[in-house]
C-alpha cells in the first residue's frame, strides 16, 4: 500500500504538468499585476504553499525537484484580471467642462497678455510718431526763421531747405570774417591814438567848439537816422536835449510834423547826394512853427556816405521882412527872398 500510495504519489505528481502550465502561465501573464498588488501575491503564496503541502511527500523522495521553483496558481486565468481592472489605479477627472475651462482660461490669459503687447507697441509707435512729427515742426520753424533772416540781410537763396543751411553757414562765416576785421581796424585806431599821444583829438577840439556855440541851429543824424549831434542852437530851436533827441519820433517831428514826409525828405537826401531844401512846419517841445529845413548829405574820406546835416531855421523873422517888403517888390522879388 506504501508503495501503491507512492505510485499514487508519483502518478499524481506526473499529472501535475498542464496545471502547472497553467499556472506558470497565469503568473507570466499577471506578473505586472502581482508586483503592484501585495494582497494577490499574498493569497496566491498561501494558495501555493497549501499545493505543495499536499504533495510534501513526494517531493522529498524526488531529490531532481528540490530546486523546483513554487508554482502560483491564480485561479481561471481572467479572474484576478478583472478584479484589480474593477479597482482604480489612477485618478483621472472626470470633469471635462473643467479642463476646458482650464484651458480656455489659460488661452484667455495669453490672448490677453498678446492684446497687452500689441496695444503698447502700438502705443509706443504712436508715442514715436508724435515725438517725430514735433520734432520735424520746430526744424521747419526754425529753417523759416533762417529764410527769413536771409532776406533781412539781403541774401537771395532757394526755399528748399539745403538752400536755407548751406547760406546760413555761409552768412554766418562772412560775418565772422567781418567781425575779425572790425577788430583788427580798431586795434589799429587804438594803437593810433595811444602812438600820437591824443594829439588828433587836441586838433579837433576848436571845430568841436565852432559846432557847438554856432548861431547856426544844425544837428548831425547817422544813415538810419539816430542823434549824433545836436548843437546849441539847435536845442534851443526845439526845446529838445540830446537824450530827448535819440527818440527816433521826436527827432523826426523836428524836421517835419508829418513824420511820413520827414522820412521821405531824409531818404530822397541819401539818395540824391545832394543838399536837398525846403520849407515845413515842424513840431518843437511848445508848439509848431515854420522853418527852412535843409539836408546835406556828408562823406568820409573814402568817399562812402556816412552821416547827414540837419540845419533848421525857423521863418519867423524872414516873415517879418516879407511883411515889411512885399508892398515895394514883386511877389517874385519875395519869393527869391525866402
Given at each position: 500500500?506504501d508503495?501503491g500510495s ?12 498542464p ?9 507570466s ?34 531529490g ?5 521553483p513554487?508554482?502560483?496558481n491564480?485561479g481561471?486565468?481572467?479572474?484576478n484580471?478583472y478584479?484589480?481592472?474593477?479597482q482604480p489605479?489612477?485618478?483621472?477627472s472626470t470633469d471635462?467642462?473643467n479642463v ?8 484667455g ?49 532757394k ?6 543751411l ?5 552768412y554766418i ?16 585806431a ?7 599821444g591824443?594829439?588828433q583829438?587836441?586838433g579837433?577840439?576848436?571845430?568841436e ?20 549831434r ?17 527818440n ?8 517835419s510834423?508829418?513824420?511820413s514826409?520827414a522820412?521821405?525828405l ?6 540824391s ?20 529845413l535843409?539836408?546835406?548829405l556828408?562823406?568820409?574820406?573814402q568817399g562812402n556816405p556816412?552821416?547827414?546835416e540837419c ?6 523873422e524872414e ?17 527869391n527872398?525866402?
Amino acid at each position: 500500500m506504501d508503495k501503491g500510495s507512492h505510485n499514487g504519489a508519483g502518478g499524481d505528481f506526473h499529472m501535475m504538468p498542464p496545471h502547472h502550465t497553467t499556472s506558470h502561465h497565469s503568473t507570466s501573464h499577471h506578473s505586472a499585476l502581482t508586483s503592484h498588488h501585495p494582497s494577490t501575491s499574498h493569497h496566491t503564496s498561501h494558495h501555493s504553499s497549501s499545493h505543495h503541502g499536499h504533495h510534501g511527500g513526494g517531493m522529498n523522495h524526488h531529490g531532481d525537484f528540490d530546486h523546483e521553483p513554487l508554482v502560483l496558481n491564480n485561479g481561471p486565468p481572467h479572474h484576478n484580471f478583472y478584479q484589480h481592472m474593477n479597482q482604480p489605479m489612477l485618478h483621472v477627472s472626470t470633469d471635462f467642462s473643467n479642463v476646458q475651462g482650464m484651458s480656455s482660461m489659460h488661452n484667455g490669459s495669453d490672448d490677453m497678455d498678446d492684446n497687452k503687447s500689441m496695444n503698447g507697441q502700438k502705443r509706443s509707435r504712436e508715442e514715436l510718431n508724435q515725438k517725430e512729427k514735433k520734432r520735424m515742426f520746430k526744424l521747419n520753424e526754425t529753417i523759416h526763421t533762417l529764410k527769413k533772416s536771409l532776406d533781412d540781410a539781403g541774401v537771395s537763396c532757394k526755399k528748399n531747405k539745403q538752400s536755407i543751411l548751406d547760406n546760413t553757414a555761409h552768412y554766418i562765416s562772412m560775418l565772422r570774417n567781418d567781425l575779425i576785421i572790425a577788430k583788427q581796424k580798431a586795434e589799429h585806431a587804438e594803437r593810433m591814438l595811444h602812438s600820437s599821444g591824443g594829439s588828433q583829438s587836441k586838433g579837433y577840439a576848436p571845430f568841436e567848439r565852432y559846432f557847438e556855440f554856432s548861431s547856426t541851429p544844425t544837428l548831425i543824424m547817422s544813415m538810419d537816422i539816430q542823434v549824433i549831434r545836436a548843437n546849441k542852437a539847435f536845442r534851443e530851436v526845439t526845446g529838445y536835449n540830446e537824450d530827448a533827441l535819440k527818440n527816433k519820433d521826436t527827432l523826426l517831428s523836428c524836421l517835419s510834423a508829418d513824420i511820413s514826409r520827414a522820412r521821405t525828405l531824409v531818404h530822397n537826401a541819401i539818395d540824391s547826394r545832394k543838399t536837398l531844401r525846403t520849407v515845413v512846419q515842424n513840431a518843437i517841445s511848445n508848439g509848431r512853427v515854420t522853418s527852412s529845413l535843409s539836408l546835406t548829405l556828408l562823406f568820409d574820406p573814402q568817399g562812402n556816405p556816412e552821416c547827414l546835416e540837419c540845419v533848421l531855421v525857423p521863418l519867423e523873422e524872414e516873415q517879418q521882412q516879407y511883411d515889411m517888403l512885399k508892398e515895394d517888390v514883386t511877389l517874385d522879388e519875395v519869393s527869391n527872398l525866402v
